[in-house]
């Protein structure tokens, strides 16, 4: 057992101490080598599917900090590009998406095609990885990719898809429906590239009310896991519903994952307390914290490793690291993680 990638472990219910460590984002605009291959790359999209740059990049992280997981370099809205959908990344506006079409128009059966490249990237990356070295997988979860496609752009309350799923409830769950099934090949094709774990990322969960919360966030999460688990039982899920909150009571139980990672607003006993092992938890610095490094960042760490002391456990920020973030501050983080006991 000692054997196997420590974050692999911790999945499978195992608690670890110091907890394996990898960050939310961690392949990106906060470290210098990234930038500078990213001015030579050309656009964002074509960064993400040229595989021998985005394995590049899914591996600068691993060689700075030696992370517990290498996490695939791409980004949520390569499905919707898949689907048939125009999609773009303006300099100072972020992904710009063109007009959605309807559900029955979207192109499920060209996403293995049109997605290749990330496949390869995985191939890449894992080979390139010690066997210690864990390589996670993702997808957005169908309701975050949703309120893209929607929108056309990233919203700060997400009221487009909102406004849908309660005006047009039939055409959302279309909408749903399409995405759960290209997640769920999408997962399935990186899996077979190499990927040991996967994780879904849903963190547009917060603006949902209890019934849009079960119908939009739960039930497609279950989906996409009941047809991963179908054909790779071995690998574990873990899922990101940011803004979640109480309503994290019985998630894993609901949708099968085998970890969840809570985002920085929900303090880790309470997570603790209301998700029940063996389901792994993971999380949830404040990336603010490592941002303001010093003392600020010690007490935040040492506060959640004392409130998961014993509890199966993947250190982790609470969101994405932020492009403002010293390098320094990273190593720092680390090496308070680790060196605890």
């Not at 040229?50 to 290498?70: C, G, H, N, S």
């Not at 970890?259 to 792994?280: E, H, N, S």
Request: glycine share 8%.
């Amino acid at each position: 057992m000692s054997e196997r990638p420590k974050l692999l472990r911790v999945l499978a219910g195992e608690a670890l101490s110091p907890p394996p460590i990898w960050i939310m984002r961690q392949a990106g605009r906060y470290l210098p080598e990234y930038r500078k291959l990213r001015s030579t790359a050309g656009s964002f999209l074509r960064l993400c599917l040229t595989p021998e740059l985005a394995a590049e990049v899914t591996l600068q992280p691993i060689k700075r900090f030696d992370f517990a997981a290498a996490i695939l370099f791409s980004d949520i809205l390569v499905v919707p590009y898949a689907l048939g959908q125009e999609v773009a990344f303006l300099e100072g506006q972020g992904p710009v998406l063109g007009l959605l079409r309807d559900a029955d128009q979207l192109d499920v059966d060209g996403l293995r095609t049109r997605l290749a490249p990330v496949f390869e990237t995985v191939r890449l990356a894992r080979r390139s990885l010690a066997g210690e070295t864990a390589l996670i997988g993702f997808c957005g979860a169908p309701w975050t990719v949703a309120t893209y496609m929607v929108a056309g752009r990233g919203t700060a309350d997400q009221l487009p898809a909102r406004r849908m799923a309660i005006e047009a409830p039939a055409r959302m769950q279309a909408l749903i429906d399409v995405l759960i099934e290209a997640s769920s090949r999408y997962l399935l094709g990186q899996i077979e590239a190499g990927a040991d774990a996967v994780k879904i990322f849903d963190i547009c969960t917060g603006v949902l009310d209890n019934e849009g919360f079960e119908r939009w966030a739960v039930a497609p999460v279950r989906a996409i896991v009941e047809r991963v688990k179908a054909a790779a039982p071995h690998v574990p899920v873990i899922a990101f519903p940011k803004g979640g909150g109480a309503r994290l009571a019985g998630y894993a139980e609901k949708t099968g994952v085998s970890a969840v990672a809570i985002d920085w607003t929900m303090p880790m006993q309470m997570a603790r307390d209301v998700i029940a092992a063996p389901t792994a938890l993971q999380g949830n610095l404040d990336p603010l914290r490592v941002v303001v490094g010093g003392e600020a960042l010690d007490q935040g760490v040492d506060a959640i490793l004392r409130a998961m002391h014993g509890r199966a456990h993947i250190f982790n920020l609470g969101h994405g690291i932020t492009p403002e973030t010293p390098v320094e501050n990273v190593e720092r983080l680390v090496a308070r993680v680790r060196r605890r006991r």
